[in-house]
């Protein structure tokens, strides 16, 4: 059974950066394409990010595009999700989750078969 286990939130002033890790266990994450997901209070959760499971393929939501950047380390079976440039917006308990994929096709946001518990963003000054 795969588990997730996400970590990096933390407290962070505006303009600020935080890397994001997704951390598995119980399987290997190669055949799964991973999606990052934030909810803030008050708010549905949206997809922020997302990685095919080749790392070939990639995604980002357009607040994010040019502050975001996810990557996947094989060897340690982790994917992490950097973020730059924050703004109170970004406040968010931020979620992976992973979709298991037969081929190496464009990730997506729904249909995910394993989701870790979060980790929280905090961006205030």
């Known amino acids: 059974q795969l588990q997730l286990v996400e970590s990096g939130g933390a407290l962070v002033q505006p303009g600020g950066s935080l890397r994001l890790s997704c951390a598995a266990s119980g399987a290997t994450l190669d055949p799964y394409a991973i999606g990052w997901f934030r909810q803030a209070p008050g708010k549905e959760r949206e997809g922020v990010s997302c990685?095919?499971?080749?790392?070939?393929?990639?995604d980002y939501k357009d607040s994010v595009k040019g502050r975001f950047t996810i990557s996947r380390d094989k060897a340690k079976n982790t994917v992490y999700l950097q973020m730059n440039g924050l703004k109170p917006d970004d406040t968010a308990v931020y979620y992976c989750a992973a979709d298991l994929r037969l081929i190496d096709a464009a990730c997506k946001y729904s249909g995910m078969d394993y989701w870790g518990e979060g980790t929280l963003v905090t961006v205030s000054s």
């Open positions: 990685i095919s499971r080749n790392g070939r393929i990639t």
